[in-house]
T-cell receptor, first 113, second 113 residues
Framework: AQSVTQLDSQVPVFEEAPVELRCNYS??????LFWYVQYPNQGLQLLLK????STLVKGINGFEAEFNKSQTSFHLRKPSVHISDTAEYFC???????????WGAGTKLIIKP | NAGVTQTPKFQVLKTGQSMTLQCAQD?????MSWYRQDPGMGLRLIHY???????DQGEVPNGYNVSRSTTEDFPLRLLSAAPSQTSVYFC????????????FGPGTRLTVL
């Protein structure tokens, strides 16, 4: 069965510092991987997705993620965060064979001034 | 385009009451889904639909009904509300059930007393 684990429930970081939000997945089949962001009191929106090809995926707002098949990871990174990046970030996976997205529990990014 | 709209934004129910959460999209998307979001649990799929007239159960369908009579609308019905259904509900749509971006509504915050 598929599962997605986000290893940190909260990540505090100073403004302009780099950040990495960790995501590990488990699946016995090929998967597609996604990162979504949820700003306070809003719905979710797509940051980036990995379907195939290059393992480094660039998304909106300066975020990028690297697909690592051997480590079954899809960590999200940003070289310099801003106060506007304060949000909850969700990693999700989807097997090639079905429609359902499997979601991680989310990581709250807390930016310290 | 309005995207995905949900009504109401907030709702308080008493145990045993029934109600319908409305969801509509104007992007001609085939795939629509309902999630509930609870703290520390990510998003859990309640029901989904791959087109008008076709619905299926997700991970947590008990206590909820859906129908899809048109491409645009996908209402979620709570048959007899219970305190365990207190949650934030999100509707999402995508062009197809594949690895396409899911577009989320703003959510409905439901409290069952």
């Amino acid at each position: 069965a598929q599962s997605v684990t986000q290893l940190d429930s909260q990540v505090p970081v100073f403004e302009e510092a780099p950040v990495e939000l960790r995501c590990n997945y488990s699946s016995s089949v090929s998967v597609y991987l996604f990162w979504y962001v949820q700003y306070p009191n809003q719905g979710l929106q797509l940051l980036l997705k990995y379907l195939s090809g290059s393992t480094l995926v660039k998304g909106i707002n300066g975020f990028e993620a690297e697909f690592n098949k051997s480590q079954t990871s899809f960590h999200l990174r940003k070289p310099s965060v801003h106060i506007s990046d304060t949000a909850e970030y969700f990693c999700a996976s989807r097997a090639d064979s079905n429609y359902q997205l499997i979601w991680g529990a989310g990581t709250k990014l807390i930016i310290k001034p | 385009n309005a995207g995905v709209t949900q009504t109401p934004k907030f709702q308080v129910l008493k145990t045993g009451q029934s109600m319908t959460l409305q969801c509509a999209q104007d992007m001609n998307h085939e795939y629509m889904s309902w999630y509930r979001q609870d703290p520390g649990m990510g998003l859990r799929l309640i029901h989904y639909s791959v087109g008008a007239g076709i619905t299926d159960q997700g991970e947590v369908p008990n206590g909820y009904n859906v129908s899809r009579s048109t491409t645009e609308d996908f209402p979620l019905r709570l048959l007899s509300a219970a305190p365990s259904q207190t949650s934030v509900y999100f509707c999402a749509s995508s062009l197809a059930g594949g690895p396409d971006t899911q577009y989320f509504g703003p959510g409905t915050r439901l409290t069952v007393l």
